[in-house]
């Protein structure tokens, strides 16, 4: 292998261990009270496998992008450990926990412009993990009519991150359509 071949996978390795860390104590919500450690690791598949994403720093962004807003992990920590890029892109992808969650939710809407290209990718695979664990499970103590809304905000923040990855867009585009959620034109 390469020398810079070994690298890459040391600064995944080295992000994966990280997040398992931190999310150490966290299940997702579905009936099997999955790892959490299992989203992040599967945004980060998604962007590889599905979106064909070689770029080490935003692999290692969707392996981290829960971290700051999820745990007691601080945006200098991740600096220090995975460098200014791996932070800025990771800060883009945080909901401010401060905030109410509806005000969260419509904060996504309206700044999924503006986001980078790196950050953009990091949530449409989000957006595509998270949906097809809601295709797969419903999460405990939600309603069917939670499930649409989600999907109906989702497809609100997707707008926004258009004209970024074609396949990743068109895989979100058939989770919508198979509910009825027509794209925006």
């Known amino acids: 292998a390469t020398d810079s071949g070994n690298l890459v996978t040391k600064q995944l390795i080295e992000c994966v261990n990280f997040s398992a860390i931190k999310h ?23 962007l590889m496998k599905e979106g064909g994403v070689t770029d080490v720093q935003v692999l290692q962004a969707a392996l981290l992008h829960d971290t700051v807003e999820d745990t007691e992990t601080t945006f200098d920590e991740i600096e220090e450990l995975f460098g200014a890029e791996v932070r800025s892109i990771v800060a883009e992808v945080t909901d401010d926990k401060s905030l109410p969650k509806m005000e969260r939710k419509r904060l996504q809407v309206v700044n999924a412009p503006k986001k980078s290209k790196q950050a953009k990718l990091v949530k449409l695979a989000d957006k595509l993990y998270n949906l097809r664990d809601l295709e797969r499970a419903t999460p405990e103590g939600w309603t069917a009519e939670r499930v649409t809304e989600y999907f109906r905000w989702a497809a609100q923040v997707v707008e926004g991150l258009r004209g970024t990855n074609q396949t990743l867009e068109y895989e ?13 034109t």
């Open 24 to 46: 150490r104590n966290q299940r997702r919500k579905d009936p099997d009270s999955t790892p959490y450690i299992n989203h992040p690791i599967g945004v980060a598949h998604i």
């Open 172 to 184: 979100l585009d058939k989770l919508f359509l198979a509910r009825g959620i027509l794209p925006e």
